[in-house]
């Protein structure tokens, strides 16, 4: 396994972000799903699986070749090296960042989210930032980490293009629902572990900022199953798991939901809802219990994970570096 490549990029990415002096590896994605999209679409599955395969291909051989060049040569300026390649897999800077804007310039949010923004409300751009936040910690963070871990450099890199297949051509509506649907179930795939494991990094080191909440069971209404929760710090209680996993699975996306109510659950309120995308609206169900005016102060208050999440990703790579031969 690759830990010491991963802490050193994810150190790397939360000092420093996006190298502004390279064209970034994900844009470089983007051009060439441009150019495929511009020279060969066609409303066909198939199309759209040569696209992904020909992406996949791609990025695979570039990022094993360097990585395999790398094990030619054992240094400390290499494993450095090596360690900023693979930070620009990792997003987590630039997502702090990006939501931390919304709170002076609600406008910015029509740069990170899908859906329509012309007439959002100040609860719904907050609500927007706050969902973004949650999910592109998996997507963003957490996924990347995860394949870095596993297989190099290769396997992030695999993962960042089958993400941004998913983010460019993965929608459901007339053009890309065949041309896109393979892109979107592989990274269905790629992101079910990851997206779990982030709602739960995400419950076990939020900062608990409600006071004692009532968490009720998902079961049906005559059961009247109902236990008083007071969460804490590193603690995972049974009501709130299982309100995790059936209240996550609600959404139409196998894993979105998990890390969206998860942060939902620690904050309080409701996320979700009905929203608009394309000019129509889309029935969702909301996530979590609480209410649903969110603020700029629940903004500040899912951020507040960040450091945590920090600490106990440098300590539990960090330790993993140290006790794993290499």
């Not at 969902?131 to 396997?155: C, H, K, M, Q, R």
Request: proline residues 4%.
């Amino acid at each position: 396994m690759y830990f010491e490549t991963a802490l050193i990029a994810y150190i790397v990415d939360r000092a420093f972000g996006e190298f502004g002096f390279i064209r970034h590896p994900v844009v470089l994605m983007g051009d060439y799903i441009s150019w495929f999209e511009k020279k060969f679409y066609a409303n066909s599955g198939a199309r759209g699986l040569v696209l992904t395969l020909s992406l996949l291909f791609i990025t695979f051989t570039i990022s094993y070749t360097i990585q395999t060049l790398f094990t030619f040569h054992s240094s400390l300026f290499i494993s450095l090296l090596q360690g900023v390649i693979a930070s620009t897999a990792i997003a987590s800077k630039m997502l702090y960042d990006s939501v931390k804007d919304i709170i002076t310039n609600p406008q910015h949010i029509k740069y990170l989210v899908s859906r329509d923004t012309e007439h959002l409300s100040d609860s719904d751009i907050n609500k927007a930032a706050i969902e973004t936040y949650a999910e592109n910690l998996s997507d963003g963070v957490i996924a990347p980490l995860f394949y870095l871990i596993l297989f190099g450099l290769w396997g992030a890199f695999v993962y960042k293009a089958i993400n941004t297949l998913d983010s460019v051509v993965g929608y459901r509506n007339e053009r890309y629902e065949k041309f896109g649907k393979f892109s979107a179930k592989l990274d269905d795939v790629v992101n079910y572990i990851p997206a779990r494991v982030t709602a739960i990094l995400i419950v076990l080191m939020m900062p608990r900022i409600t006071p004692h909440k009532t968490l009720t069971h998902p079961f049906p209404s005559n059961s009247s199953v109902a236990q008083q929760y007071k969460p804490t710090l590193f603690t995972l209680h049974s009501s709130l798991l299982t309100t995790l996993f059936h209240q996550g699975k609600g959404h139409e996306s196998p894993n979105a939901g998990y890390p969206i109510t998860a942060m939902a659950l620690s904050l309080g309120v409701k996320l979700g809802g009905d929203t608009s995308y394309f000019g129509k609206i889309k029935s969702k169900p909301f996530f979590g219990e609480g209410r649903e005016v969110i603020t700029q102060k629940d903004i500040r208050n899912a951020l507040a994970l960040q450091p945590r999440l920090d600490i106990f990703i440098i300590i539990f790579v960090g330790c993993c570096a140290l006790t794993t031969p290499i």
